[in-house]
């Protein structure tokens, strides 16, 4: 996971020449996925909902999409093990929703960051505003299973608007979640 972190590290530096590639980067820099205290994932309990069936780049119907501010069809990719969806308006934002199927909330390493505890619909979750103009919002949606919101700012600045952002976008799907 370091890895993936390293990369859009990397990127950086390229800001100037591809801000819509850091802007849809996936994930916001100091969220990564740490082990559980005993060093193993928890076991999948039967009970525990299902992100299978969903495609993250159709949460969001084009009303939604209209709503959020957000302009076309999202573009699936893949974070790690988990599915994912990045949405990028040129010169202003970008929304990645993942849907990890391996770390719930408790799995997630939020050492970065201001963390808000929030309901999110039926849902509990934590939103992380960062540095730069980014902001995630977590939803727990049972066991291992976390949908993840978020977003950066092409500006590198207002983590309040990412915020707020984060949390229309995760208001829009959260009805749709398990």
Known sequence: MA???????????LAGLAVLSLVSCGRMPGLSHAAPADGGP?????????????????????????????????????????????????STFGVTVTLDETNGLANLD???????KKDVGSHQAVQVSGRRGTCAVLLDVGGAHSVQVDVSN??????ELACRRASD??????????
Request: net charge positive; with cysteine.
């Open 3 to 13: 890895d993936r972190f390293a990369a859009r590290a990397a990127l950086l530096p």
């Open 42 to 90: 928890p076991p999948p309990t039967s009970s525990a909902p299902s992100l299978a069936k969903l495609d993250p780049c159709t949460l969001l119907s084009p009303q939604d999409r209209s709503s959020a501010g957000l302009t076309g069809q999202g573009k699936p990719k893949t974070i790690g093990e988990a599915r994912a969806c990045d949405w990028t308006v040129p």
């Open 110 to 116: 939020l050492s970065d960051g201001k963390r808000t």
């Open 154 to 159: 092409a500006s590198f600045a207002d983590s």
């Open 169 to 178: 976008v995760a208001g829009l799907l959260e009805p749709k979640l398990p």
